[in-house]
């Protein structure tokens, strides 16, 4: 049984490039949360989405920033025209539903260096 | 939303002592997990534990929702134990978003 899924591990970007954060959740289940992990802190949640919708986008940039949930393939977090800012760990976490209290399996995270 | 307070920030042990790591949350929650967040970065499932005590090794947790706190216990600790810990709660109204500490870096010396 297949875990969390996230590619790349680690990601450098110059100034101003794109970074594409993809999310393969574990298998049967729909929903998808992303979060990052700035240096020595916690977690902050940025966005949780089903498949093919948003559900709460309230944790992300206005600017820059966009999550999507396909109804095939991962889950994808873009961040357009990165800046030094941008650098820190992105997890992806998936549980089976929204409204079902479960336990959140993390994948290993994407490292984002933006140089 | 929630405020999470872990404690201690930081711990060193010497290889086999105990430790005490609690987490504080100010509001009621439907969901609380233990995480170790080993060197490499990776976040590891330690507990799910909303209510109740659970064990799991030389690792416990108990969990007071009524009193909004949890510890997590680690006996005879090791140098693999090395590492942040964090405890996350989520919300029934929050839409599955966990809250998290911002964690207790342990270091563990042989």
């Known amino acids: 049984n297949a875990g969390v899924m996230q590619n790349p591990r680690h990601l450098v970007r110059r100034r101003g490039q794109e970074a594409r954060l993809r999310c393969s959740p574990m298998?049967?289940?729909?929903?998808v949360y992303w979060y990052r992990q700035l240096p020595e802190e916690g977690l902050k949640f940025m966005v949780y989405?089903?498949?093919?919708?948003?559900?709460?986008e309230s944790g992300m940039p206005k600017e820059r920033f966009s999550a999507e949930f396909p109804k095939e393939g991962p889950s994808i977090l873009r961040i357009q025209q990165v800046v030094r800012g941008d650098s820190a760990a992105y997890f992806c976490?998936?549980?089976?539903?929204?409204?079902?209290?479960?336990?959140?399996?993390f994948g290993q995270g994407t490292r984002l260096t933006v140089v | 939303g929630i405020q999470v307070e872990q404690s201690p920030p930081d711990l060193i042990l010497q290889e086999g002592a105990n430790s005490t790591l609690r987490c504080n949350f100010s509001?009621?929650?439907?969901?609380l997990q233990w995480f170790h967040q080993n060197p490499w970065g990776q976040l590891i499932n330690l507990f799910y534990?909303?209510?109740g005590t659970k064990q799991n090794g030389r690792l416990s947790a108990t969990t007071v929702a009524t009193e909004r706190y949890s510890l997590l216990y680690i006996s005879s600790s090791q140098t693999t134990d090395s590492g942040v810990y964090f405890c996350?709660?989520?919300?029934?109204?929050?839409?599955?978003?966990?809250?998290f500490g911002r964690g207790t870096q342990l270091t563990v010396w042989p």
């Open positions: 976490a998936s549980s089976p539903g929204g409204q079902v209290i479960t336990e959140a399996f």
């Open positions: 298998k049967g289940h729909s929903h």
């Open positions: 989405l089903q498949k093919e919708n948003i559900i709460d």
């Open positions: 509001d009621s929650v439907n969901n």
């Open positions: 534990i909303p209510s």
């Open positions: 996350a709660v989520k919300r029934g109204s929050t839409l599955g978003r966990l809250y």
